[in-house]
């Protein structure tokens, strides 16, 4: 099958295709055939540089060909990308178009008469290898030229539909006799020699096959040619149906209609009826698809038509195939690289199948009563939708680009009432890892909660109930998560409530694998509790848990979409979300949420931005971050645990505690160490493995879903990439006991009760959690021939391990004993030795009787089969009988064997929750390995924390001493990192009346303010995370939520302005902040008049120091705001130090050096000119600010004057305190 006639047959006949075909055929015959027909040109050298290597098939072209190249009519046409080469002639274009090609098994024989195809890929598609891109049809007949000429018909449509090539006789030509088959070796020289001859008017016809000349104006096809500067519009292009102001959704509603449907499309019927049998099914796929783009399989090759491969040449750098249509494509190995490639671009995939063969198509149309031409035609399904929050990473897939977990979360809000609060439903999945949280909670007017969820579990699609979102929830889809891809759902049909979700979770029994129970509801324990008690049956939602219930539906619904819901909830892992602060409230007594060990620390979106734990605010990268700093993980899984445990640090002191003896227990053993972290290197990624090893072993998809009927080409490649992914997941369970041993060794001196459980066995110790896994190994050693399956992609099961398999084979050997016994009975009962059994297949067993012996009485049961020279070929009812048994029993086996990879992957995920324990308990080791690591090696002195219980007799505070930022060793200059001593709320700090909870920070801008903050906030994190942190001394008392107001941002897409984005997080911080907990406020107020923002950053500062009493670093250049609390108990005062050198009127004159060190009292000046300076702002600037400044501080002196005399003017009694300071303002003055 030529690619070029697979073109005409899915596009619909016009006048225009028939007047080019026959120009076509005209161009063909003049020319010789070969250049006209040519879809691509060859490579520099053609046929004669491939002849001279021999008649082998031709080798790749790959990107190192000149990226021009001449077109059939003489002028350059620019490589682009994958394109496709063709040595045929004439005859390729003619073949009969009612056939395609079938995969050839490996060693069948080239015929001679073979037309080649050939793929030119680029370098970076090199790997995939010969064998995976050439394109070899295996019948190589030829049809009439007047095929070409008068487009295809009806009948021939089935060909591109079907990838079996039946072989069919040839055709003879009238007048002309049978086509010759021309010499691939001599045909392409001449061809182009005499292509030379072709009229320009044939040119310009011609050129409406031909791709564009270059990537930007692919929209049209050049006219070509030396006298033609005729373009031309693609076909799709000129659907008046189509156009955007005409566009209708399937139910003819118009883009402005509030329930039109984008992601389906109206195809006019007559339209449809006009299409070939292959194109009116594209049509229809997309008609219900239409947001998706479709890679629809034709032969060998995914195709891309109309709009779509407009996506792929742009996004892909893919090159249009000829005709007045938009077409491109590409080979089948290639699928899982390009539609990664638009995924990651924020494309929705859908991969379409052939899943029906010609023959299964044949008896198909035998059993309808009327048939149609569209219904002889194979069937194609959509087998896949691939979105970025769906990714499973399938063996055509690929594997994943990162190591970190990306969500699909689905979303249900009910606001209430008063509007101030709202209830959030989510269900936000890992189709990676088949890990499904669910969850609902309450949330304030600023979706605190909820803006937390995402950004500890960071959604890359979000689903969400049409019409049901508040204004506030759409300002954070708008902004926090405008990068991510957004759907809405219909209500109902789509997004479905609670009691729909748990009906279809039971209707379609997707946990009666998993759960296996043969009585109650087959519902994972989490969805169990989330169902009414008095319903047993358990299709009554919760209370309390309706909403949560109905996203769940939305998200099971979209996954069904995608064709993924069965392998993912089959695995029935579920989890509750509960938001980290639902203990935390204002009213808990001291300490008490701290003795709870699975209580953590919270920090929120804001806090998590502002502290650069995981992304810094430069570029969004994780350069300079917190995790780049302490991630040391030599594993997938403990990298995602590690992000886990600094979202949310410990709060429980016993914990944190327990975590510190780890690293130091494991500190303490380098020599083990060392050889733990050799093996941790070789782990692959074993908890994405035990979900595709799940997924492949499913049985409920290898029953009814679309892949189990697939026809794919590379079968064979894929089946291996299975069995490599198996067997990596065996080894890497092995290498996970060799490390259990070695710590085996040394485990009775450690302290820690988390590490002794992660490396002991359950059978050694009841307090071990590592489930001994040598018995199961052992099995899957002996199971099979692990370097065979390799190989060959062909599982066969050793003796005992399949019971189906074996017991196939011992009928076989049962059969065939008794055939051979019966043999032997017909010997002696003949009298003749030289009976033997002949025959092949179903015609095997036949008693081969020499004829001298047949002229005896025979047996009246002997019925004669065969005859040849010499002798005669009988059977008998017995041998029937046999024979039947014994294809019965090669049959069971066949098919036992075409099922038995699915099978073992079953069987090995049975045991899936000790594989994944065992996943987890080593995620844990990687992870305090990690930490142990950098407590080690830190730049400078490195302490361990003490974390004390709050109480009675124990007040909060935070001790540091010498402490440096973690993430900055040196400075901006290429100076060592200052240290610093914060201590808040310590007894050495304590005032004459009680201590200070607050620390107002002043000093000279970029003299290291916001850096200390930062610092304080990330030292903390790291104390409670369990970590050795940077510092001489690290004391505190547990910390319930760390809250940050640093650096100055707006939010554009969200409409706040860079005051209310302060304002907004300020209100957080009063309303959920507690006497444990951490606030570090930059600057508030700047972003309005100063008035009115030392009135609010006052107003602030007294409710934090004198009403919550939390730990507080509060930064400010209001040096009004300075002397209002100098005098202030429960304020104590601190600032950056720096050095000023001949401080005068003149500032040009100042020299100001930044020592970098925080120290008591107040900073008496910002020194803000002297940043003006480093700026370089103009110098005449600069001296009229200075001036302006002057007036400005007078005037302040004078109404500080001036309150002092009216104040003093009151008392009725002197005070000589209050002279004195009005003295001395005077003298100021």
């Not at 329930?259 to 339209?271: G, I």
């Not at 089969?865 to 002798?871: A, H, I, L, V």
């Not at 120091?1105 to 609390?1125: G, M, N, P, Q, W």
Request: proline content about 4%; glycine content about 6%.
């Amino acid at each position: 099958m030529s690619r070029q006639s697979t073109l005409y047959n899915f596009f619909p006949k016009s006048p225009a295709l028939n007047n080019s075909n026959k120009a076509l055929t005209r161009a063909s015959r003049e020319g010789g055939g070969a250049a006209a027909a040519t879809r691509a040109s060859p490579s520099p050298g053609g046929d004669a540089a491939w002849s001279e290597a021999g008649p082998g098939p031709r080798p790749l072209v790959g990107s190192a060909s000149p990226p021009e190249r001449k077109n059939l009519n003489g002028g350059l046409r620019r490589s682009v990308g994958t394109t496709y080469v063709s040595d045929k002639s004439e005859e390729d274009h003619e073949i009969q178009s009612d056939e395609e090609v079938q995969p050839k098994t490996q060693g069948s024989r080239r015929s001679s008469r073979q037309i080649k195809k050939l793929r030119v890929i680029s370098d970076s598609e090199s790997d995939i290898g010969g064998s995976d891109v050439e394109f070899k049809p295996d019948a190589k007949e030829e049809g009439s030229s007047d095929e070409i000429s008068s487009g295809m018909g009806d009948s021939e449509s089935e060909g591109f539909d079907s990838p079996v090539k039946v072989a069919r006789k040839r055709k003879k030509m009238a007048g002309n006799g049978s086509l010759k088959r021309k010499s691939s070796r001599k045909e392409m020289p001449s061809a182009t020699k005499r292509a030379t001859g072709i009229s320009s008017e044939t040119k310009s016809t011609l050129n409406a096959f031909s791709a564009s000349q270059n990537s930007e104006s692919q929209a049209h096809i050049s006219g070509g040619g030396d006298d033609s500067s005729r373009s031309t519009i693609w076909y799709h292009e000129t659907l008046e149906w189509l156009k955007k102001e005409k566009r209708r959704d399937e139910h003819r509603r118009q883009p402005d209609h509030p329930d039109f449907d984008a992601s389906t499309l109206y195809v006019p019927e007559d339209f449809l009826n006009s299409c070939t049998p292959g194109m009116r099914k594209w049509w229809q796929i997309k008609s219900q698809n239409f947001d998706l783009v479709i890679f629809y399989k034709v032969g060998k090759f995914y195709e891309l038509y109309h709009m779509d491969a407009l996506i792929g040449v742009n996004e892909l750098g893919l090159v249009f195939m000829k005709g007045n249509w938009a077409h491109s494509g590409f080979p089948e190995i290639a699928f899982g690289r390009y539609s990664d490639s638009l995924v990651q671009k924020g494309y929705k995939v859908a991969r379409v199948e052939q899943t029906e063969t010609p023959e299964m198509m044949e008896a198909r149309c035998r059993k309808m009563a009327h048939i149609s031409k569209h219904d002889r035609v194979v069937r194609r399904e959509i087998c896949r939708v691939i979105t970025k929050g769906t990714q499973t990473y399938s063996v055509l897939e690929g594997d994943p680009s990162e190591n970190y977990s990306k969500y699909l979360l689905s979303l249900k809000e009910k606001e209430d009432s008063s509007g101030h609060t709202r209830v959030y439903g989510v269900c936000f999945v890992d189709t990676s890892l088949g890990k499904f949280f669910i969850g609902q909670f309450s949330d304030d007017r600023h979706c605190s909660r909820f803006r937390t969820l995402v950004a500890h579990y960071p959604p890359v699609q979000v689903l969400f109930e049409k019409g049901n979102l508040s204004v506030e929830t759409k300002t954070v889809l708008k902004g926090s998560l405008s990068a991510c891809l957004q759907e809405g759902l219909v209500p109902g049909s789509q997004f479905w409530d609670a009691s729909k979700t748990l009906r279809t979770l039971l209707e379609e029994g997707y946990f009666r694998e998993k759960l296996n129970e043969d009585s109650g509801v087959m519902l994972p324990q989490v969805l169990k509790d989330m169902t009414s008690e008095s319903d047993s049956i358990g299709l009554t939602p919760g209370e309390k848990s309706e909403l949560a219930l109905s996203a769940l539906g939305g998200c099971v619904f979209y996954l069904k979409k995608c064709l993924i819901d069965q392998e993912l909830l089959s695995m029935a892992n579920f989890e509750e979300y509960i938001p980290l602060d639902s203990d935390i409230v204002s009213t808990t007594s001291p300490g008490a949420i701290f003795t709870k060990t699975n209580q953590r620390m919270v920090l929120d979106a804001v806090t998590l931005s502002n502290l650069e734990i995981f992304q810094n605010g430069t570029n969004g990268s994780t350069e300079g971050t917190l995790l780049e700093r302490v991630d040391t993980c030599h594993t997938p899984f403990g990298k995602r645990l590690l992000k886990q445990w600094l979202s949310a640090p410990l709060c429980s002191p016993y914990a944190i505690n327990d975590r510190l003896d780890a690293i130091e227990d494991l500190m303490a053993v380098p020599d083990k160490i060392s050889e733990v972290v050799d093996l941790l290197k070789k782990l692959p990624d074993l908890e994405r493995l035990l979900s595709k090893i799940h997924n492949v072993g499913s049985p409920m998809k290898s029953q009814n879903h679309p892949d189990s009927r697939a026809i794919m080409y590379e079968e064979t490649t894929y089946s291996k990439k299975k069995i490599i992914d198996f067997l990596s997941a065996l080894e890497g369970f092995k290498v996970i006991c060799k490390i259990t041993g070695i710590m085996e060794e040394v485990v009775d001196n450690f302290k820690s009760k988390i590490l002794k459980q992660v490396i002991t066995l359950q059978t050694k110790n009841s307090q071990g959690r590592f489930p001994d896994l040598t018995i199961e190994l052992n099995r899957w050693d002996t199971a099979f021939d692990h370097e065979k399956a390799r190989k060959t992609g062909l599982i066969t099961p050793k003796a005992g391990f399949d019971s189906d398999y074996d017991q196939a084979l011992a009928d076989i050997r049962e059969n065939e004993q008794s055939l051979l016994e019966y043999l032997e009975k017909q010997r002696s009962r003949i009298g003749c030795r030289t009976i033997v059994y002949w025959g092949i297949g179903r015609n095997r067993y036949q008693l081969e009787i020499p004829e001298n012996f047949t002229t005896r009485n025979l047996p009246d049961e002997y019925e004669l089969k065969s005859t040849k020279k010499g002798c005669k070929r009988y059977w008998t009812k017995t041998i029937e009988k046999k024979l039947a048994n014994l294809i019965n029993a090669e049959e069971r086996r066949d098919v036992s064997l075409k099922d038995c990879m699915r099978r073992l992957f079953y069987n090995f995920d049975k045991n899936h929750k000790d594989w994944q324990t065992a996943v987890e308990c080593m995620a844990v080791l990687d992870v305090l390995l990690c930490l142990a690591n950098y407590s080690r090696g830190g730049d400078g002195p490195m302490c361990r924390p003490v974390i004390l219980l709050p109480g009675e007799d124990t007040a909060p505070f935070l001790k540091l001493k010498g402490s440096r930022h973690p993430c900055i060793t040196k400075t901006f200059f290429g100076d060592d990192f200052i240290p610093n001593d914060i201590l808040i709320g310590c007894e050495e700090e304590e005032e004459e009346n009680g201590k200070a909870y607050c620390v107002l920070v002043t000093g000279p801008n970029m003299g290291g303010k916001s850096t200390l903050m930062r610092q304080a906030g990330l030292l903390a994190v790291m104390a409670q995370m369990g970590c050795y942190v940077p510092a001489e001394v690290c004391r505190l008392t547990p910390i319930d939520r760390v809250f940050t107001r640093l650096g100055a941002s707006d939010r554009i897409m969200s409409g706040e302005s860079t005051f209310f984005v302060e304002l907004s997080e300020t209100a957080s911080i009063l309303m959920h902040a507690t006497a444990h907990s951490l606030v570090l406020v930059d600057e508030l107020g700047r972003g309005t008049a100063t008035f009115d923002g030392t009135a609010i950053a006052n107003a602030v500062v007294k409710e934090l120091a004198e009403t919550i009493k939390c730990r507080t670093l509060f930064s400010t250049h209001y040096h009004s705001l300075v002397e209002d609390y100098s005098q202030n108990v429960a304020v104590r005062l601190g600032h950056m130090a720096c050095m000023v050198e001949n401080e005068c009127e003149d500032p040009s004159q100042e020299t100001i050096t930044f020592l970098y060190k925080f120290i008591k009292g107040a900073c008496p000046k910002s020194y803000g000119f002297n940043a003006a300076r480093l700026a370089n702002l103009p110098e005449e600037v600069i001296q009229k600010g200075h001036r302006k400044a002057r007036e400005f501080e007078k005037m302040n002196q004078s109404l500080r004057l001036f309150r002092e005399v009216c104040l003093a003017s009151e008392r009725s009694t002197v005070d000589a305190e209050a002279v004195h300071k009005l003295l001395t303002l005077i003298k100021e003055s």
